[in-house]
């Protein structure tokens, strides 16, 4: 859930090459599954769970823009943990940024239902869209774009070896918050 109580700020992190990934095991009656045809409802209504969007209209919506003119990627790229009734609860994506030069291999879009937080769900989910990441665009830097509402989040993303960067450019995302985001978590950690 983001913790809309701190100063925002936009925080890109990288996962050098060559940097090992983690693997974290689900406990017992949860599965990965891939997106089908129509998951675009469960992923829209996870995200918005976490108050990344207003609701799931908007969701659906950047769903559709964001994601559907690649379809065919998606059923190897968009990663969902259901629990034992098969209800979808957490999301992934294993994506890229690009700025017609430059293709950046892209840890997007990572939520958990808050009623499943603290199952280490998000650790685990993460874990396995980085490895996807590995699998479908090799062994590159990986990056990752949040913000400082995650803050829990970004401490997860360090165990499975993102760590905050300050280059300017990250696919087609300005990385302009650095130093304010720098200041934000130094804060929240002390």
Same mark, same amino acid.
């Given at each position: 859930?983001?913790?809309?109580?701190?100063?925002?700020?936009?925080?890109?992190? +990288?996962?050098?090459?060559?940097?090992?990934? @983690?693997?974290? @095991? *689900?406990?017992?009656?949860?599965?990965?599954?891939?997106?089908?045809?129509?998951?675009?409802? /469960?992923?829209?209504?996870?995200?918005?769970?976490?108050?990344?969007?207003?609701? =799931?209209?908007?969701?659906?919506?950047?769903?559709?823009?964001?994601?559907?003119?690649?379809?065919?990627?998606?059923?190897? +790229?968009? *990663?969902?943990?259901?629990? =034992?009734?098969? =209800?979808?609860? &957490?999301? /992934?994506? &294993?994506?890229?940024?690009?700025?017609?030069?430059?293709?950046?291999?892209?840890?997007?879009?990572? &939520?958990?239902?808050?009623?499943?937080?603290?199952? /280490? *769900?998000?650790?685990?989910?993460?874990?396995?869209?980085?490895?996807?990441?590995?699998?479908?665009?090799?062994?590159?830097?990986?990056?990752?774009?949040?913000?400082?509402? /995650?803050?829990?989040?970004? +401490?997860?993303?360090?165990?499975?070896?993102?760590?905050?960067?300050? =280059?300017?450019?990250?696919?087609?995302?300005?990385?302009?918050?650095?130093?304010?985001?720098?200041?934000?978590?130094?804060?929240? &950690?002390?």
């Amino acid at each position: 859930m983001l913790d809309k109580t701190v100063p925002y700020a936009n925080v890109f992190m +990288r996962r050098k090459k060559n940097t090992p990934i @983690p693997q974290y @095991p *689900l406990p017992n009656g949860f599965k990965f599954t891939f997106y089908q045809p129509g998951d675009e409802v /469960s992923w829209a209504k996870i995200e918005t769970s976490v108050l990344e969007f207003e609701n =799931e209209q908007e969701a659906l919506e950047y769903f559709h823009g964001e994601f559907t003119p690649h379809a065919h990627e998606l059923d190897k +790229r968009c *990663l969902f943990i259901e629990n =034992e009734k098969g =209800e979808k609860i &957490a999301t /992934s994506t &294993a994506w890229w940024t690009y700025t017609g030069t430059r293709r950046d291999p892209l840890l997007h879009w990572v &939520a958990v239902m808050p009623a499943y937080q603290g199952l /280490s *769900l998000g650790k685990a989910i993460s874990a396995k869209a980085t490895q996807l990441l590995a699998d479908v665009e090799g062994d590159k830097d990986f990056y990752l774009k949040t913000q400082t509402w /995650s803050h829990r989040a970004i +401490r997860l993303y360090e165990k499975i070896g993102y760590e905050v960067t300050d =280059e300017r450019y990250v696919g087609k995302y300005v990385n302009e918050d650095y130093e304010k985001a720098l200041a934000v978590l130094s804060h929240i &950690a002390n």
